[in-house]
């Protein structure tokens, strides 16, 4: 699975900004999909996952109620749609995806075999 990330850029506190992640290569719908990040200096965390039929979404407690995960399975695309942006959500926004009938976890970076490029996001106070 080929993962293309985009949509990040330079917003004020309070903005939006709506990511998107193009997939190709597999049959996007047996994937589960998810958004992590990493800040300077951070370690990569869990931000957001959905299943592969969208049914249901998965959220880190920093962002749950500002953000929202979906997906367009008929465009092979994920989205993260991020409200009420604060300056701790600066960091490299990376979306991954692993097959859905393989691992448990829709939290842990390790059970997520393919990873896009990354988008920064850049929040100013």
């Known amino acids: 699975v080929q993962l293309q990330a985009s949509g990040g850029g330079l917003v004020q506190a309070g903005g939006s900004l709506r990511l998107s992640c193009a997939a190709s290569?597999?049959?996007?719908?047996?994937?589960?999909m998810g958004w992590f990040r990493q800040a300077p200096g951070k370690e990569r965390t869990f931000v957001a996952a959905i299943n592969w039929s969208g049914g249901s979404t998965y959220y880190a407690d920093s962002v749950k109620g500002r953000f929202t995960i979906s997906r367009d399975n008929a465009k092979n695309t994920v989205y993260l749609q991020m409200n009420s942006l604060k300056p701790e959500d600066t960091a490299v926004y990376y979306c991954a995806s692993r097959y859905a009938y393989s691992g448990t976890s829709y939290y842990t970076e390790a059970e997520y075999a393919y990873w896009g490029q990354g988008t920064q996001v850049t929040v100013s106070s």
């Open positions: 290569g597999r049959t996007f719908r047996n994937y589960v």
